[in-house]
Protein backbone atom coordinates (compact mmCIF):
# COMPACT_ATOMS: atom_id res chain seq x y z
CA UNK A 1 0.00 0.00 0.00
CA UNK A 2 1.27 3.79 -0.43
CA UNK A 3 -0.40 6.98 -0.19
CA UNK A 4 0.32 10.56 -1.59
CA UNK A 5 -0.39 13.62 -1.29
CA UNK A 6 0.39 16.89 -4.12
CA UNK A 7 0.76 20.12 -3.74
CA UNK A 8 -2.91 20.95 -4.73
CA UNK A 9 -3.58 19.87 -1.30
CA UNK A 10 -3.26 22.17 1.58
CA UNK A 11 -1.96 20.23 4.84
CA UNK A 12 -5.27 20.71 6.27
CA UNK A 13 -6.36 18.64 3.68
CA UNK A 14 -3.94 16.66 3.29
CA UNK A 15 -5.38 15.11 7.03
CA UNK A 16 -8.66 14.44 6.42
CA UNK A 17 -6.90 12.20 3.01
CA UNK A 18 -5.07 10.57 5.26
CA UNK A 19 -7.93 9.82 7.88
CA UNK A 20 -10.17 8.93 4.69
CA UNK A 21 -7.78 6.43 2.95
CA UNK A 22 -7.59 4.90 6.66
CA UNK A 23 -10.59 4.45 6.91
CA UNK A 24 -10.76 1.88 4.10
CA UNK A 25 -7.81 0.33 4.64
CA UNK A 26 -9.97 -0.69 8.15
CA UNK A 27 -12.90 -1.89 6.26
CA UNK A 28 -11.11 -3.84 3.44
CA UNK A 29 -8.63 -5.28 6.09
CA UNK A 30 -10.36 -6.21 9.30
CA UNK A 31 -13.50 -8.38 10.25
CA UNK A 32 -15.54 -7.50 13.25
CA UNK A 33 -14.23 -9.14 16.45
CA UNK A 34 -10.99 -7.53 17.81
CA UNK A 35 -13.52 -5.42 20.38
CA UNK A 36 -11.69 -2.68 22.69
CA UNK A 37 -8.65 -2.17 20.43
CA UNK A 38 -7.83 1.56 20.22
CA UNK A 39 -5.65 2.68 17.37
CA UNK A 40 -4.79 6.51 16.22
CA UNK A 41 -2.87 7.84 13.79
CA UNK A 42 -0.78 11.42 14.26
CA UNK A 43 0.90 14.14 12.25
CA UNK A 44 4.67 14.25 13.80
CA UNK A 45 4.22 17.91 13.95
CA UNK A 46 7.06 19.01 16.21
CA UNK A 47 9.22 16.51 14.52
CA UNK A 48 8.62 18.37 10.86
CA UNK A 49 9.04 21.54 12.57
CA UNK A 50 12.44 21.15 13.71
CA UNK A 51 13.54 19.19 10.69
CA UNK A 52 12.37 22.13 8.53
CA UNK A 53 14.20 24.62 10.77
CA UNK A 54 17.57 22.63 9.87
CA UNK A 55 17.10 22.11 6.79
CA UNK A 56 16.84 25.90 6.04
CA UNK A 57 19.02 27.63 8.86
CA UNK A 58 22.43 26.14 7.29
CA UNK A 59 21.15 26.61 3.40
CA UNK A 60 21.21 29.86 3.34
CA UNK A 61 24.21 30.55 4.82
CA UNK A 62 25.97 29.80 1.37
CA UNK A 63 28.24 32.20 0.95
CA UNK A 64 30.82 30.43 -1.99
CA UNK A 65 30.99 31.05 -5.80
CA UNK A 66 27.24 31.11 -7.75
CA UNK A 67 26.34 27.89 -9.62
CA UNK A 68 27.72 27.65 -12.35
CA UNK A 69 25.06 25.99 -14.51
CA UNK A 70 21.27 25.09 -13.86
CA UNK A 71 21.86 21.69 -12.84
CA UNK A 72 24.49 22.67 -10.12
CA UNK A 73 21.85 24.92 -8.94
CA UNK A 74 19.19 21.60 -8.95
CA UNK A 75 21.68 20.21 -7.30
CA UNK A 76 22.11 22.42 -4.55
CA UNK A 77 18.27 22.88 -4.10
CA UNK A 78 17.42 19.28 -3.96
CA UNK A 79 20.73 16.92 -2.37
CA UNK A 80 23.17 19.78 -1.02
CA UNK A 81 20.50 21.65 0.98
CA UNK A 82 18.87 18.17 2.23
CA UNK A 83 22.52 16.58 3.24
CA UNK A 84 24.56 19.27 4.94
CA UNK A 85 23.25 19.73 8.08
CA UNK A 86 25.78 18.80 10.68
CA UNK A 87 23.63 15.99 12.09
CA UNK A 88 22.95 14.47 8.23
CA UNK A 89 26.38 14.13 5.99
CA UNK A 90 27.53 17.92 6.77
CA UNK A 91 29.81 16.98 9.99
CA UNK A 92 31.92 14.36 7.80
CA UNK A 93 31.79 14.84 4.00
CA UNK A 94 32.48 19.08 4.52
CA UNK A 95 35.18 20.90 3.21
CA UNK A 96 38.28 19.56 4.21
CA UNK A 97 36.41 16.35 5.45
CA UNK A 98 36.26 12.84 4.12
CA UNK A 99 36.11 11.63 0.73
CA UNK A 100 33.34 12.31 -1.11
CA UNK A 101 32.91 15.81 -0.32
CA UNK A 102 29.30 16.43 -1.53
CA UNK A 103 28.43 18.65 0.97
CA UNK A 104 31.39 21.00 1.24
CA UNK A 105 30.38 24.68 1.58
CA UNK A 106 33.23 26.72 0.43
CA UNK A 107 32.01 26.33 -3.54
CA UNK A 108 28.93 24.36 -4.79
CA UNK A 109 30.50 23.64 -7.64
CA UNK A 110 32.97 21.45 -5.97
CA UNK A 111 30.36 19.93 -4.15
CA UNK A 112 28.61 19.21 -6.82
CA UNK A 113 31.45 17.63 -9.27
CA UNK A 114 31.90 15.10 -5.74
CA UNK A 115 28.48 14.00 -5.49
CA UNK A 116 28.86 13.24 -9.24
CA UNK A 117 30.80 10.60 -8.41
CA UNK A 118 28.30 8.70 -5.88
CA UNK A 119 24.90 9.27 -7.93
CA UNK A 120 23.85 7.75 -10.79
CA UNK A 121 21.13 10.36 -12.14
CA UNK A 122 19.64 8.51 -14.57
CA UNK A 123 18.74 5.60 -12.09
CA UNK A 124 18.62 7.05 -8.36
CA UNK A 125 17.86 4.04 -6.32
CA UNK A 126 21.09 2.59 -7.52
CA UNK A 127 23.22 5.57 -6.40
CA UNK A 128 26.36 4.46 -4.21
CA UNK A 129 25.39 7.02 -1.99
CA UNK A 130 21.90 5.39 -1.30
CA UNK A 131 23.20 1.94 -1.02
CA UNK A 132 25.80 3.25 1.32
CA UNK A 133 23.53 4.76 3.79
CA UNK A 134 20.67 1.71 2.94
CA UNK A 135 23.01 -0.42 3.84
CA UNK A 136 23.66 0.93 7.39
CA UNK A 137 25.62 4.13 7.20
CA UNK A 138 25.31 7.02 9.41
CA UNK A 139 21.18 7.24 8.65
CA UNK A 140 20.07 10.43 10.63
CA UNK A 141 16.50 8.44 11.14
CA UNK A 142 15.79 5.51 13.26
CA UNK A 143 15.36 3.35 9.95
CA UNK A 144 18.02 2.91 7.21
CA UNK A 145 15.34 1.74 4.67
CA UNK A 146 14.04 5.47 5.20
CA UNK A 147 16.64 7.49 4.65
CA UNK A 148 17.75 5.84 1.55
CA UNK A 149 14.25 6.19 0.28
CA UNK A 150 14.03 10.17 1.35
CA UNK A 151 18.16 10.37 -0.66
CA UNK A 152 16.80 8.49 -3.60
CA UNK A 153 13.38 11.08 -4.14
CA UNK A 154 16.73 13.94 -3.68
CA UNK A 155 18.66 12.63 -6.28
CA UNK A 156 15.25 12.37 -8.07
CA UNK A 157 14.12 15.67 -7.89
CA UNK A 158 17.52 16.99 -8.45
CA UNK A 159 17.31 14.65 -11.86
CA UNK A 160 13.95 16.02 -12.17
CA UNK A 161 13.65 15.67 -16.49
CA UNK A 162 16.32 12.58 -16.68
CA UNK A 163 14.51 10.22 -15.06
CA UNK A 164 10.84 12.21 -15.54
CA UNK A 165 7.92 11.59 -12.89
CA UNK A 166 7.35 8.49 -12.47
CA UNK A 167 9.34 5.20 -10.53
CA UNK A 168 10.23 2.33 -12.16
CA UNK A 169 10.67 -0.82 -10.99
CA UNK A 170 14.17 -2.22 -10.78
CA UNK A 171 14.44 -5.99 -11.58
CA UNK A 172 17.32 -7.66 -9.68
CA UNK A 173 17.44 -11.88 -10.08
CA UNK A 174 17.43 -14.13 -7.65
CA UNK A 175 20.31 -16.28 -6.31
CA UNK A 176 19.50 -19.71 -7.97
CA UNK A 177 17.91 -22.48 -6.28
CA UNK A 178 17.08 -26.18 -6.89
CA UNK A 179 13.27 -27.09 -6.58
CA UNK A 180 13.88 -29.53 -3.32
CA UNK A 181 11.46 -32.27 -1.83
CA UNK A 182 9.65 -30.10 0.58
CA UNK A 183 6.73 -30.63 3.12
CA UNK A 184 3.16 -29.68 2.59
CA UNK A 185 0.10 -29.45 5.13
CA UNK A 186 -1.66 -32.45 4.93
CA UNK A 187 -5.83 -32.16 4.50
CA UNK A 188 -7.33 -33.17 7.04
CA UNK A 189 -6.68 -31.82 10.53
CA UNK A 190 -6.05 -34.74 12.20
CA UNK A 191 -2.10 -34.72 12.87
CA UNK A 192 -2.18 -31.10 13.44
CA UNK A 193 -5.26 -31.83 16.10
CA UNK A 194 -3.41 -34.13 18.13
CA UNK A 195 -0.39 -32.56 18.47
CA UNK A 196 -0.01 -29.04 18.16
CA UNK A 197 -3.68 -27.91 18.74
CA UNK A 198 -3.50 -29.01 22.87
CA UNK A 199 -1.23 -26.65 23.54
CA UNK A 200 -2.84 -24.16 21.84
CA UNK A 201 -6.23 -24.90 23.17
CA UNK A 202 -4.94 -24.84 26.94
CA UNK A 203 -2.78 -21.95 27.00
CA UNK A 204 -4.12 -19.22 24.37
CA UNK A 205 -7.73 -19.56 24.00
CA UNK A 206 -8.55 -16.61 25.78
CA UNK A 207 -7.86 -14.81 23.53
CA UNK A 208 -6.99 -16.63 20.22
CA UNK A 209 -10.24 -18.00 19.92
CA UNK A 210 -13.36 -17.10 18.41
CA UNK A 211 -15.46 -17.46 21.15
CA UNK A 212 -13.44 -16.14 23.92
CA UNK A 213 -14.86 -12.57 25.78
CA UNK A 214 -11.89 -10.59 23.44
CA UNK A 215 -11.39 -12.72 20.73
CA UNK A 216 -7.76 -12.16 19.27
CA UNK A 217 -8.14 -13.38 15.60
CA UNK A 218 -5.94 -15.38 14.22
CA UNK A 219 -8.18 -18.05 15.92
CA UNK A 220 -5.46 -21.09 15.93
CA UNK A 221 -6.75 -21.71 19.40
CA UNK A 222 -10.62 -22.52 18.26
CA UNK A 223 -12.27 -25.51 20.11
CA UNK A 224 -12.76 -26.54 15.92
CA UNK A 225 -9.56 -27.94 15.60
CA UNK A 226 -10.55 -27.24 11.64
CA UNK A 227 -10.35 -23.72 11.94
CA UNK A 228 -7.81 -23.89 14.20
CA UNK A 229 -5.86 -25.78 11.91
CA UNK A 230 -6.43 -23.21 8.43
CA UNK A 231 -5.22 -20.05 11.16
CA UNK A 232 -2.36 -22.13 12.35
CA UNK A 233 -0.49 -22.86 8.76
CA UNK A 234 0.42 -19.39 8.68
CA UNK A 235 2.49 -19.77 11.80
CA UNK A 236 4.16 -22.99 11.21
CA UNK A 237 7.17 -24.03 9.26
CA UNK A 238 7.43 -27.07 8.69
CA UNK A 239 10.95 -27.24 7.18
CA UNK A 240 12.08 -25.75 10.12
CA UNK A 241 9.72 -26.24 13.44
CA UNK A 242 12.24 -23.30 15.29
CA UNK A 243 11.36 -20.59 12.73
CA UNK A 244 7.78 -21.46 13.54
CA UNK A 245 5.62 -17.97 14.75
CA UNK A 246 4.20 -20.45 17.57
CA UNK A 247 7.85 -21.24 18.74
CA UNK A 248 9.66 -17.62 18.31
CA UNK A 249 6.54 -15.57 19.85
CA UNK A 250 7.03 -17.74 23.05
CA UNK A 251 10.97 -18.12 22.85
CA UNK A 252 12.24 -14.53 21.69
CA UNK A 253 9.02 -12.15 21.93
CA UNK A 254 7.58 -13.18 25.35
CA UNK A 255 4.73 -13.24 23.97
CA UNK A 256 2.10 -14.87 26.86
CA UNK A 257 4.01 -18.01 28.35
CA UNK A 258 2.17 -19.86 30.53
CA UNK A 259 5.43 -20.41 32.93
CA UNK A 260 9.10 -19.94 31.90
CA UNK A 261 8.96 -18.73 28.24
CA UNK A 262 12.01 -20.88 27.23
CA UNK A 263 10.27 -24.14 28.43
CA UNK A 264 7.22 -23.15 27.21
CA UNK A 265 9.17 -22.29 23.72
CA UNK A 266 10.97 -25.70 24.14
CA UNK A 267 7.36 -27.94 24.59
CA UNK A 268 5.84 -25.82 21.51
CA UNK A 269 8.93 -26.66 19.55
CA UNK A 270 8.79 -30.24 20.40
CA UNK A 271 4.80 -29.97 19.18
CA UNK A 272 5.12 -28.51 16.35
CA UNK A 273 8.52 -30.98 15.43
CA UNK A 274 6.38 -33.75 16.12
CA UNK A 275 3.58 -32.53 13.95
CA UNK A 276 5.91 -31.91 11.00
CA UNK A 277 7.90 -35.14 11.44
CA UNK A 278 5.17 -36.57 10.77
CA UNK A 279 4.28 -35.53 7.18
CA UNK A 280 6.07 -37.06 4.34
CA UNK A 281 7.92 -35.30 1.85
CA UNK A 282 6.37 -34.69 -1.26
CA UNK A 283 9.40 -35.66 -3.66
CA UNK A 284 9.95 -34.29 -6.98
CA UNK A 285 8.96 -37.22 -9.93
CA UNK A 286 12.60 -37.42 -11.46
CA UNK A 287 10.95 -37.85 -14.85
CA UNK A 288 9.80 -34.36 -14.85
CA UNK A 289 11.79 -31.37 -16.30
CA UNK A 290 11.80 -29.16 -13.77
CA UNK A 291 13.08 -25.32 -13.30
CA UNK A 292 14.90 -23.61 -10.96
CA UNK A 293 12.86 -22.61 -7.37
CA UNK A 294 11.28 -19.34 -6.22
CA UNK A 295 10.02 -18.57 -2.93
CA UNK A 296 7.86 -16.02 -2.12
CA UNK A 297 10.23 -13.82 0.08
CA UNK A 298 12.53 -14.11 -4.17
CA UNK A 299 9.63 -11.83 -5.15
CA UNK A 300 10.16 -7.85 -6.17
CA UNK A 301 8.35 -5.31 -4.82
CA UNK A 302 6.53 -3.46 -7.60
CA UNK A 303 3.98 -1.34 -5.66
CA UNK A 304 5.05 1.66 -7.51
CA UNK A 305 6.11 1.08 -10.96
CA UNK A 306 4.59 3.65 -13.40
CA UNK A 307 2.81 5.52 -11.05
CA UNK A 308 3.43 9.65 -12.09
CA UNK A 309 4.69 11.34 -8.65
CA UNK A 310 5.54 15.15 -9.96
CA UNK A 311 4.68 17.41 -7.60
CA UNK A 312 3.95 15.27 -4.59
CA UNK A 313 4.66 16.90 -1.08
CA UNK A 314 4.20 13.55 1.52
CA UNK A 315 4.79 10.34 -0.04
CA UNK A 316 4.13 6.93 2.46
CA UNK A 317 4.63 3.66 1.27
CA UNK A 318 4.41 1.84 4.65
CA UNK A 319 7.86 0.09 3.89
CA UNK A 320 9.90 0.29 7.23
CA UNK A 321 8.68 -3.29 8.64
CA UNK A 322 9.00 -2.40 12.45
CA UNK A 323 8.65 1.03 15.02
CA UNK A 324 5.93 3.22 15.42
CA UNK A 325 6.82 5.53 12.65
CA UNK A 326 5.19 5.93 9.17
CA UNK A 327 8.11 8.11 7.56
CA UNK A 328 7.25 10.50 4.45
CA UNK A 329 9.80 9.93 1.68
CA UNK A 330 8.51 12.84 -0.48
CA UNK A 331 12.01 14.28 -0.03
CA UNK A 332 10.41 17.63 0.42
CA UNK A 333 11.08 19.32 3.75
CA UNK A 334 9.89 19.12 6.19
CA UNK A 335 9.09 15.58 6.45
CA UNK A 336 5.49 15.06 7.73
CA UNK A 337 6.08 11.39 9.00
CA UNK A 338 2.87 9.60 10.81
CA UNK A 339 3.36 7.92 14.39
CA UNK A 340 1.52 4.69 14.87
CA UNK A 341 -0.31 4.17 17.90
CA UNK A 342 -2.78 1.58 19.45
CA UNK A 343 -3.52 -1.89 17.69
CA UNK A 344 -1.86 -2.09 14.55
CA UNK A 345 0.59 -4.81 12.99
CA UNK A 346 3.06 -4.21 10.02
CA UNK A 347 2.63 -6.49 7.26
CA UNK A 348 5.19 -8.11 4.75
CA UNK A 349 4.94 -6.44 1.25
CA UNK A 350 4.66 -2.69 2.62
CA UNK A 351 1.49 -2.08 4.78
CA UNK A 352 -0.04 -1.64 8.01
CA UNK A 353 -3.05 -3.46 9.42
CA UNK A 354 -5.12 -1.49 11.06
CA UNK A 355 -8.04 -2.57 13.84
CA UNK A 356 -11.56 -1.10 15.15
CA UNK A 357 -8.99 1.89 15.22
CA UNK A 358 -12.70 3.83 14.50
CA UNK A 359 -13.10 3.89 18.05
CA UNK A 360 -10.38 6.23 18.58
CA UNK A 361 -9.86 8.28 15.76
CA UNK A 362 -7.35 11.22 17.08
CA UNK A 363 -7.36 14.02 14.12
CA UNK A 364 -4.30 15.50 14.89
CA UNK A 365 -4.63 19.22 13.96
CA UNK A 366 -7.24 20.96 11.04
C1 LIG B 1 30.61 10.18 11.11
C2 LIG B 1 31.15 10.52 9.81
C3 LIG B 1 30.29 10.28 8.59
C4 LIG B 1 29.01 10.69 8.36
C5 LIG B 1 28.08 11.46 9.30
C6 LIG B 1 28.70 10.28 7.02
N1 LIG B 1 29.75 9.61 6.45
FE1 LIG B 1 29.84 8.85 4.58
N2 LIG B 1 31.70 8.17 4.92
C7 LIG B 1 32.41 8.32 6.10
C8 LIG B 1 33.68 7.63 6.00
C9 LIG B 1 34.74 7.56 7.09
C10 LIG B 1 33.73 7.05 4.71
C11 LIG B 1 34.84 6.24 4.09
C12 LIG B 1 34.84 4.84 4.62
C13 LIG B 1 33.66 4.08 4.13
O1 LIG B 1 33.51 3.92 2.91
O2 LIG B 1 32.83 3.69 4.96
C14 LIG B 1 32.48 7.41 4.07
C15 LIG B 1 32.12 7.03 2.79
C16 LIG B 1 30.96 7.38 2.17
C17 LIG B 1 30.62 7.02 0.82
C18 LIG B 1 31.41 6.09 -0.07
C19 LIG B 1 32.31 6.76 -1.03
C20 LIG B 1 32.96 5.71 -1.93
O3 LIG B 1 33.47 6.14 -2.94
O4 LIG B 1 32.91 4.50 -1.60
C21 LIG B 1 29.39 7.55 0.55
C22 LIG B 1 28.62 7.46 -0.76
C23 LIG B 1 28.97 8.22 1.74
N3 LIG B 1 29.92 8.10 2.71
C24 LIG B 1 27.75 8.86 1.86
C25 LIG B 1 27.30 9.46 3.04
C26 LIG B 1 26.02 10.12 3.17
C27 LIG B 1 24.98 10.24 2.07
C28 LIG B 1 25.96 10.60 4.44
C29 LIG B 1 24.83 11.35 5.10
C30 LIG B 1 23.56 10.65 5.18
C31 LIG B 1 27.19 10.22 5.11
N4 LIG B 1 27.98 9.54 4.22
C32 LIG B 1 27.47 10.52 6.42
C33 LIG B 1 32.00 9.02 7.22
C34 LIG B 1 30.75 9.59 7.38
C1 LIG C 1 -4.01 -12.09 26.66
C2 LIG C 1 -4.31 -12.31 25.29
C3 LIG C 1 -3.40 -13.21 24.49
C4 LIG C 1 -3.01 -14.50 24.78
C5 LIG C 1 -3.31 -15.33 25.99
C6 LIG C 1 -2.21 -14.93 23.66
N1 LIG C 1 -2.11 -13.96 22.72
FE1 LIG C 1 -1.20 -14.07 20.92
N2 LIG C 1 -1.84 -12.22 20.44
C7 LIG C 1 -2.50 -11.37 21.29
C8 LIG C 1 -2.68 -10.07 20.64
C9 LIG C 1 -3.33 -8.84 21.23
C10 LIG C 1 -2.11 -10.20 19.35
C11 LIG C 1 -2.01 -9.12 18.26
C12 LIG C 1 -0.91 -8.15 18.55
C13 LIG C 1 0.44 -8.82 18.53
O1 LIG C 1 0.87 -9.32 17.49
O2 LIG C 1 1.10 -8.86 19.59
C14 LIG C 1 -1.61 -11.56 19.25
C15 LIG C 1 -1.03 -12.08 18.13
C16 LIG C 1 -0.46 -13.35 18.06
C17 LIG C 1 0.10 -13.93 16.87
C18 LIG C 1 0.03 -13.33 15.46
C19 LIG C 1 1.04 -12.32 15.17
C20 LIG C 1 2.38 -12.91 14.79
O3 LIG C 1 3.37 -12.32 15.26
O4 LIG C 1 2.49 -13.89 14.02
C21 LIG C 1 0.62 -15.14 17.21
C22 LIG C 1 1.34 -16.14 16.32
C23 LIG C 1 0.35 -15.33 18.62
N3 LIG C 1 -0.31 -14.22 19.10
C24 LIG C 1 0.70 -16.45 19.34
C25 LIG C 1 0.20 -16.74 20.59
C26 LIG C 1 0.38 -18.02 21.25
C27 LIG C 1 1.16 -19.19 20.70
C28 LIG C 1 -0.29 -17.94 22.42
C29 LIG C 1 -0.43 -19.01 23.46
C30 LIG C 1 0.77 -19.49 24.02
C31 LIG C 1 -0.87 -16.62 22.51
N4 LIG C 1 -0.56 -15.93 21.38
C32 LIG C 1 -1.63 -16.19 23.58
C33 LIG C 1 -2.99 -11.66 22.54
C34 LIG C 1 -2.83 -12.88 23.18
Known amino acids: M ?8 SYSRVLRHITLLFLCVLLSACGSGSGGKQAQLDLEAAAAAASSANANNNGSDYSGPDPQTVDVQQFRLYLWENLMPQNRCGSCHGDGGQSPSFVRQDDINLAYAAANTVVNLSSPIESLMVQKVG ?12 CADLITAYITNWAGNVVGGAKTIILTAPNLKDAGDSKNFPEDASLFSSNVHPLLTTYCAECHSDTAVVPQSPYFASADADVAYEAAKSKLDLDTPANSRFVVRLGSE ?4 WSSCGENSDEM ?3 VSAFSNGIVQTSIDPDLVISKALQL ?3 VLANSGGRDETNIVALYE ?30 GGW ?11 TPGHE
Open 2 to 9: SLLLNQRQ
Open 135 to 146: GGHNCWLPSDSA
Open 254 to 257: FHNC
Open 269 to 271: LAA
Open 297 to 299: GDG
Open 318 to 347: FKTGTGTTAYDTSGIEPSLNLNLSGSYEWV
Open 351 to 361: GVLYCKWLKSV
